[in-house]
């Protein structure tokens, strides 16, 4: 073969090795670009979880606002996983079992603040200041609520809770009282109470109702303190002047004024706080926003009159809690956390920013964030029912001028049920077994003590 020959051919093999290596990185860039169908043309298109206990009603909203969030964000996909539906508690238990056996969790929604910290303290939570840091964004301004251990943050306020009394407003129209207004105090519910109460056996209306939860306890501590466990220095709030007077105000209105069902009473039927006032068994009672859709729901809760709302009570002069800041409430919230586990943690925050500030047509409960527009969420709420509504006091209630939320508490604790349970059993001594006021806040100061000391704070 000819030298010509030869140099036509290495031409002729190096123009084919050439092609062949071209083709190859063209199909190769291909695939990465998304050649793959799930990928949706994106080539950093990542999946996260995202985990909670939705009930049926609840799963159409979240569903509804991630599916707005991938519109926005076609390069994160989010499938939702409901743990166990309407029920954070088993929720909780799960999601501990997959934290342990090493499940990437992404985004979880935990029902508290303290649910937060006891599983950020067991390490199981990322901190969130490096994503706060590059988004220029400072929680404080941000949230109401901001779960942190030793300057880290670990949780984002998702949703808003908001005390208030819901009031059936013809035996307020009956009885000639005008809906209450911010500043009016627990005496003036007290006189209300005995107002509003009539008849008699089974046909007596109580001019209100206590359920069993710690909230009924004592109100102000869990209204109108910044913790309802710990006063800012960590010590116990359980020595607090408002357990002594709300405890007796309990007493007082169930054995001498007869204007509330007693508690034995409510212990042995295992009432139901909803129906007591909507079957009108009770012409008041100390809820929350959670319950704003109930009033117009006439299939669950048939009735015949409109409900009033106003302001939780704010302790006398004279009763007023240690801290106290001038009629400023609590406030808490679900909120939302990052997995340790999570290999998608900046997808995850940018998810977490969304479903916080988002105001989305779908949202059905008000938001933690600071600047959401809550106004938006109440009109929705009560959208075609409002003939069942006093929307003015309604909105008083929960967004008048004077509603002013508590900064979060600079302490807390993760020993919150065996803390719970302590109230529990010091109201019950004092209302079921007659045991002298004093003697009982001992008792409650000694073995809240106790378990502060073995548990020990957070800051």
């Not at 840091?133 to 404080?140: D, F, G, H, Q």
């Not at 008849?199 to 109108?224: C, I, R, S």
């Not at 009770?282 to 729901?297: E, K, S, V, Y």
């Not at 006021?437 to 001992?442: G, H, P």
Request: hydrophobic share 35%; aromatic share 10%; glycine share 6%.
């Amino acid at each position: 073969m000819n030298q010509k020959s030869k140099r036509s051919i290495s031409l002729l093999l190096s123009l084919s090795l050439m092609l062949i290596l071209l083709l190859s990185a063209c199909g190769k860039s291909g695939s990465e670009s998304g050649g793959d169908s799930n990928t949706g043309g994106n080539q950093d298109q990542v999946t996260i979880k995202y985990y909670n206990w939705d009930n049926d009603a609840q799963s159409a909203s979240t569903d509804a606002m991630l599916e707005e969030f991938m519109k926005e964000n076609p390069n994160i996909k989010v499938e939702h996983v409901v743990l166990v539906p309407g029920d954070s508690v088993e929720m909780l238990k799960k999601l501990d079992f997959l934290i342990s056996s090493g499940e990437a969790v992404d985004v979880v929604q935990l029902p508290s603040l303290s649910d937060v910290l006891l599983r950020a303290s067991r390490g199981a939570l990322t901190p969130l200041n490096e994503f706060y840091e590059k988004n220029n964004l400072v929680p404080e301004d941000e949230y109401y609520v901001n779960p942190k251990i030793d300057g880290k943050y670990y949780g984002m306020q998702y949703t808003k809770s908001i005390n208030y009394v819901m009031l059936n407003k013809d035996a307020l129209d009956e009885a000639g009282l005008p809906v209450p207004t911010y500043g009016w105090t627990w005496d003036d519910f007290r006189e209300y109470a005995k107002k509003l109460t009539k008849g008699e056996g089974v046909d007596k209306q109580y001019g209100t109702y206590f359920h069993t939860w710690e909230l009924y306890m004592n109100a102000p501590a869990q209204t109108v303190m910044k913790d309802p466990f710990l006063y800012s220095d960590g010590t116990t709030i359980l020595a607090d002047p408002t357990y002594k007077y709300f405890f007796q105000l309990r007493k007082d209105m169930e054995e001498t004024d007869k204007s509330a069902k007693p508690y034995a009473d409510v212990l042995a039927a295992k009432l139901n706080y909803r129906t007591e006032f909507f079957n009108e068994e009770a012409a008041m009672i100390l809820t929350g926003n959670w319950t704003i859709p109930d009033a117009g729901n006439q299939e669950q809760y048939p009735h015949q009159f409109k409900t009033a709302f106003a302001p939780v009570p704010l302790p006398p002069q004279g009763a007023e809690p240690k801290e106290y800041e001038g009629g400023k409430y609590f406030t808490s919230g679900n909120q939302l956390a990052i997995g340790t586990t999570s290999k998608h943690k900046e997808a995850a925050f940018q998810l977490m920013r969304y479903m916080t500030t988002a105001d989305s047509p779908a949202r059905t409960e008000f938001s933690g964030w600071k600047k959401a527009n809550n106004d938006a969420i109440l009109d929705r709420l009560i959208a075609g029912k409002e003939e069942w509504y006093d929307v003015e006091s309604l909105k008083n209630a929960v967004a008048g001028s004077d509603i002013q939320f508590l900064d979060a508490s600079p302490v807390m604790t993760t020993a919150s049920s065996e803390l719970t349970k302590i109230i529990n059993d010091g109201f019950s001594k004092f209302m079921l077994s007659n045991s002298p006021i004093d003697e009982v806040q001992k008792w409650m100061v000694d073995e809240a003590t106790k378990i502060i000391n073995e548990k020990g704070i957070i800051k």
